[in-house]
Nanobody, 127 residues
Framework: VQLVESGGASVQPGESLTLSCVGS????????????MAWFRQAPAKDREGVAT????????SYADSVKGRFTISRDYTKNTVYLQMNNLKPEDTAVYYC?????????????????WGRGTQVTVSS
């Protein structure tokens, strides 16, 4: 599976940004539609942390406490794309954001199950 993120930018506090991740190179058994998808982030000198997950069916989502109410994860099955809408951005949201997938499609809220990764896109929030 190949995952390619885009949409990272430098913004000011309070602004919004939407990240996109396009998935490709799936197999006949494991497809975008059957995969759990997630966004992670890694700030300088910090460990990578989970931000949001979305189930294969698209109905169930989960978020880290630090982004609840500000970030929204969604997916478009026609485009093999998952999005992360980020509102009211704060300086502490500054990080490299990674798209991740678990093609097994089970227990999507478990951060440790994600084993396919994109290369990341930089988000910087600063005044």
């Amino acid at each position: 599976v190949q995952l390619v993120e885009s949409g990272g930018a430098s913004v000011q506090p309070g602004e919004s940004l939407t990240l996109s991740c396009v998935g490709s190179a799936y197999t006949s058994k494991y497809t975008f539609s059957t995969s759990c998808m997630a966004w992670f982030r890694q700030a300088p000198a910090k460990d990578r942390e989970g931000v949001a997950t979305i189930y294969a069916g698209g109905g169930d989502t989960s978020y880290a406490d630090s982004v609840k109410g500000r970030f929204t994860i969604s997916r478009d099955y026609t485009k093999n794309t998952v999005y992360l809408q980020m509102n009211n951005l704060k300086p502490e949201d500054t990080a490299v954001y990674y798209c991740a997938a678990d093609v097994r499609g089970l227990r999507c809220q478990s951060w440790s199950r994600y084993n396919q990764w994109g290369r990341g896109t930089q988000v910087t929030v600063s005044s």
